[in-house]
């Protein structure tokens, strides 16, 4: 862990010195969008004092040094993934849209009726509701694998058929924290020719993601979790299959040509972001990507996981709390329930004593069924907690208990 200073990272996040109803703010809601740098701050302000004017449009130079600010910030989450071009970096406005894009564009050009979509019992409403949508609108049918209770993908259920025409899962699951074996699976899937989408969520903020190692076809994350801004997110895609999907939504900047009668649509990615993008956005997780790799993506993955095993075995500890996802392979989330004490009622008390948590049932309400519960209380961690931010936590859910005896 040499070199791995969480006080250094803590002074990098302003925000983390607020104090929340007199209290210091310990922020464990970071599976719901993660706080920000000062650099990404200072980038986003930096654009706008310095170098902000429409992209890809204009002969003057402030546009030219906004599209290449834009531009690098593609190169660099294209770095930062390992895609192969960045033409297979697609900016959009988060996972959800990347997820969208996805269904409406090579799901209607490729998925018909009786085709099935498989996804897995863990998925995030976003990796459920496009597919129910595109099901509605072609005919299509949503399988769904099977998890055991522990939170873990059943692999000999992972049952692709002959009608299976896309896989999507999700790498990391945001109410259990159950990392998937998602190379298995791409294998699995391209062994019967099937492409697989992941959604990156979760997965991205917690470790080094190479797409050519995976060699996922399509992969969604969302800058906001990954310390940089909201409203901006990435889709990538292998270019063949990009290539060969007609656009998803008409504009400007994703045509070549344009007459009243037809249109030609222009180059990847630029085909697939139509209109005025998130410019700042984009280079301001440019800048958030930057800050990460100044830390090392592996010493964020191996911090983490001290962290969330030192408070998994704390949360263990106490009589009447139910951790809920006890995956082997996991994520820094710890999700719960308590004995006599509902979850939203958690997550006030512990705002109380300025802990920010997630109570409810995390946009993923097939899990809260499959476990039979209401909702969760869910504790999730990022490079920036520290241990003692675990045992307040834990402290204040014992004072929790003793209130509601
Ligand atoms: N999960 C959470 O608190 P957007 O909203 O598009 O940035 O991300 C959607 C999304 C998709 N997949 C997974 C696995 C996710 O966790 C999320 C967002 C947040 O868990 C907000 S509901």
Not at 16 to 31: Q, V
Not at 314 to 327: D, M, P, S, V
Not at 375 to 394: K, M, P
Request: include cysteine; charge should be negative.
């Amino acid at each position: 862990m040499s070199g791995f200073d969480p006080g250094r990272i803590r002074a990098d996040f302003p925000i983390l010195g607020e104090f929340i109803h007199g209290k210091p703010l310990i922020y464990l809601d970071n599976a719901a969008s993660t706080q920000k740098p000062r650099a990404v701050i200072e980038a986003t302000s930096r654009v706008y004092e310095h170098d902000y004017a429409n992209v890809h449009r204009g002969v003057h130079t402030l546009s030219q040094r906004a599209t290449d600010l834009f531009e690098g910030a593609r190169e660099k989450v294209r770095a930062f993934i390992n895609a192969g071009s960045d033409k297979e970096i697609v900016f959009v406005r988060g996972t959800t849209e990347a997820i969208n894009l996805v269904a409406q564009s090579y799901g209607r050009a490729n998925i018909g009726a009786g085709d099935e979509i498989l996804i897995t019992a863990m998925e995030h409403h976003s990796n459920i509701v496009p597919w129910q949508l595109l099901c509605q609108q072609t005919g299509a049918v949503l399988k769904v694998a099977p998890m055991n209770q522990a939170g873990e993908l059943i692999l000999d259920r992972f049952e692709l058929s002959e009608r299976t025409r896309l896989v999507s899962v999700a790498h990391m699951s945001n109410a259990l924290g159950t990392l998937n074996p998602v190379k298995r699976i791409v294998e699995l899937a391209h062994g019967r020719g099937v492409p697989v989408l992941l959604d990156g969520a979760q997965a991205v903020p917690h470790g080094a993601v190479d797409v050519q190692a995976l060699d996922c076809d399509f992969y969604a994350f969302s800058g906001h979790k990954l310390y940089g801004p909201s409203g901006i997110g990435v889709l990538y895609g292998k270019a063949k299959l990009l290539d060969a999907m007609p656009p998803w939504q008409g504009g400007g900047d994703m045509i070549r040509m344009v007459t009243f009668e037809r249109s030609e649509y222009n180059t990847l990615p630029y085909k697939f972001e139509a209109g005025t993008p998130d410019i700042a956005g984009a280079i301001a997780l440019g800048a958030a990507i930057d800050y990460l790799q100044g830390i090392g993506m592996e010493a964020i993955a191996e911090y983490e996981q001290r962290l969330l095993h030192y408070a998994t075995e704390k949360a263990k500890a106490i009589r009447g709390l139910k951790i809920i996802g006890e995956a082997a392979e996991k994520g820094a989330i710890l999700s719960f329930t308590l004995e006599h004490v509902h979850p939203h009622d958690i997550g006030t008390l512990l705002d109380q004593l300025g802990i920010a948590v997630r109570a409810g049932h995390h946009c993923a309400m097939p899990v809260m069924d499959f476990y039979r519960v209401p909702a969760t209380t869910r504790a999730s961690f990022a490079c920036y907690n520290t241990f003692e931010e675990v045992d307040a936590l834990i402290e204040g859910v014992q004072q929790i208990i003793e209130v509601f005896g």
